[in-house]
Antibody, heavy 121, light 115 residues
Framework: EVQLLESGGNLVQPGGSLRLSCAAS????????MTWVRQPPGKGLEWVSD????????NYAESVRGRFTMSRDTSKNTLDLQMNSLRAEDTAVYYC??????????????WGRGTLVTVAS | QAALTQPSSLSAPPGASASLTCTLR?????????IYWYQQKPGSPPLFLLR?????????GSGVPSRFSASKDYSANAGILLISGLQSEDEADYYC?????????FGGGTKVTVL
């Protein structure tokens, strides 16, 4: 059974940093494309970043490029999102999502339950 | 111009059919794109429903009821999610998604109310 468990969400001040983690089980994250999608409270979905299956090529939304870094630890079967220079507009629930296929072009299937990041002073 | 536009809300009685639209921005043709559909209920993460480009490029999520289907309206440049025989449990927000230029983009979502 596929499971994704996000952690690391917290209250952080503007300009601060936070590292989110997503523990995967039931499949190998080294094989599948993975993505992070966020949802501000009461609002819609926004794609943040993805990493391709089979290689470590990454893509980032323009709103986070240069501030966020996505990576995976295949030994732990975890996905990480390092978030620096956080802004109030980064406040959201962050979801870890498994790809439908090995490559990112297959799109996104199974979602974790999310972790809340709040950026405020 | 947003890449994907969805009506903000839709209401229909139980047993009716609901057609949710996802209109692509001008300059990109729905014929060339896979459209993804997700359902989100309050307090829960989104659930993958369908991926549709054509009848030969079609994927339904595991356990998704047969009353959910997808198609395209090429004249309107839109993806369509059809829910046949609406049930109270179908009350939710529905989001479409596609890849545009260099990013995955979501529509703003349609809130479906079953009256």
């Amino acid at each position: 059974e596929v499971q994704l468990l996000e952690s690391g969400g917290n209250l952080v001040q503007p300009g601060g940093s936070l590292r989110l983690s997503c523990a995967a089980s039931g499949f190998s994250i080294s094989v599948y494309a993975m993505t992070w999608v966020r949802q501000p409270p009461g609002k819609g979905l926004e794609w943040v970043s993805d990493i391709n299956g089979g290689d470590d090529s990454t893509n980032y939304a323009e709103s986070v490029r240069g501030r966020f870094t996505m990576s995976r630890d295949t030994s732990k079967n975890t996905l990480d999102l390092q978030m620096n220079s956080l802004r109030a507009e980064d406040t959201a629930v962050y979801y870890c999502v498994k790809g439908l296929d090995f490559g990112r072009w297959g799109g996104w299937g199974y979602w974790g339950r999310g972790t809340l990041v709040t950026v405020a002073s | 111009q947003a890449a994907l536009t969805q009506p903000s809300s839709l209401s229909a009685p139980p047993g009716a059919s609901a057609s949710l639209t996802c209109t692509l921005r001008s300059g990109i043709s729905v014929a060339s794109y896979r459209i993804y559909w997700y359902q989100q209920k309050p307090g829960s993460p989104p659930l993958f429903l369908l991926r549709y480009k054509s009848d030969s490029d079609y994927l339904k999520g595991s356990g998704v009821p047969s009353r959910f289907s997808a198609s395209k309206d090429y004249s309107a440049n839109a993806g369509i999610l059809l829910i046949s025989g609406l049930q109270s449990e179908d009350e939710a927000d529905y989001y479409c998604m596609t890849w545009d230029t260099s990013a995955w983009v979501f529509g703003g979502g349609t809130k479906v109310t079953v009256l």
